[in-house]
């Protein structure tokens, strides 16, 4: 059993399009999380929720929303994408925010042409 | 603000020796510190998590240790094997900022049959 899910792992799309990339945790996790892996391959948080609320939310464009409809899933909808949206988007989830270990997913690499 | 450093950024073993990964980190007020390994296009596996109010954890050949006062953390690693060859990370969630993990760069090992 796949403990962190995440859906597609490669996307490949054009510039301007809009996407949405899926997560699904059967830990029963409180916490769930998305994270980005740049081309240098330096991992920096994005969001976090806790029991579907919005705890996190770096400085990430709001071209970026997540939507959490339930404790076991977080998806990530990307509006009009940029080349420089090109990463590997990596989901977590963990019980006790920060204080437990954090569970990732296999990652979804996004080209962006 | 946080800042988690990783020294050295790549380093090559032959099989069989013992090493040391150093991970540091500039704000000591941490739930923990975590130790991932990151296979190449794959996600991250979680190694150890080391409380804040303990000095080290152990799981097989891997020992890290955590030293809050000096801001160190390190990975050593007994017997080297040529599948331990990854990216070893390290990260650290902040007190009060809702699990949000802070990595380092990585320190890319690989291990010589």
């Known amino acids: 059993d ?5 859906t597609p792992k490669y996307l490949v799309t054009q510039m301007g399009n809009d996407k949405s990339i899926k997560c699904e945790q059967n830990l029963g996790h409180d916490t769930m999380y998305w994270y980005k892996q740049d081309s240098k391959k330096f991992l920096k948080i994005m969001f976090s929720y806790n029991n579907k609320e919005l705890i996190i939310n770096e400085t990430v464009p709001n071209r970026f929303s997540p939507k959490s409809p339930d404790k076991a ?6 509006n009009s994408l940029e080349l420089g ?19 990732f997913g296999p990652g979804t690499r996004l080209l962006v042409l | 603000k946080q800042e988690v450093t990783q ?3 790549a380093l090559s073993v032959p099989e069989g020796e013992n090493l040391v990964l150093n991970c540091s980190f500039t704000d000591s007020a941490i739930y923990n510190l975590q130790w991932f390994r990151q296979d190449p296009g794959k996600g991250l596996t979680s190694l150890l998590l080391i409380q804040s109010s303990q ?13 809050k006062s000096s801001g160190r953390s390190t990975l050593y690693i007994a017997a080297s094997q040529p599948g331990d060859s990854a990216t070893y990370l390290c990260a650290a969630p902040i007190y009060n900022q809702g699990g949000k993990l802070i990595f380092g760069q990585g320190t890319e090992l690989s291990v010589k049959p």
Do not use: K
Not at chain 2, 55 to 67: I, K, M, P, Y
């Open chain 1, 2 to 6: 796949t403990a962190v899910s995440q």
């Open chain 1, 73 to 78: 899933h977080l998806n990530l909808h990307i």
């Open chain 1, 85 to 103: 949206d090109s990463a590997v988007y990596f989901c977590a989830s963990s019980q006790l925010s920060g204080q437990e270990t954090q569970y």
């Open chain 2, 7 to 9: 020294i050295p950024a």
């Open chain 2, 55 to 67: 000095r080290e954890q152990t799981s097989g050949r891997l020992n890290a240790s955590l030293d």
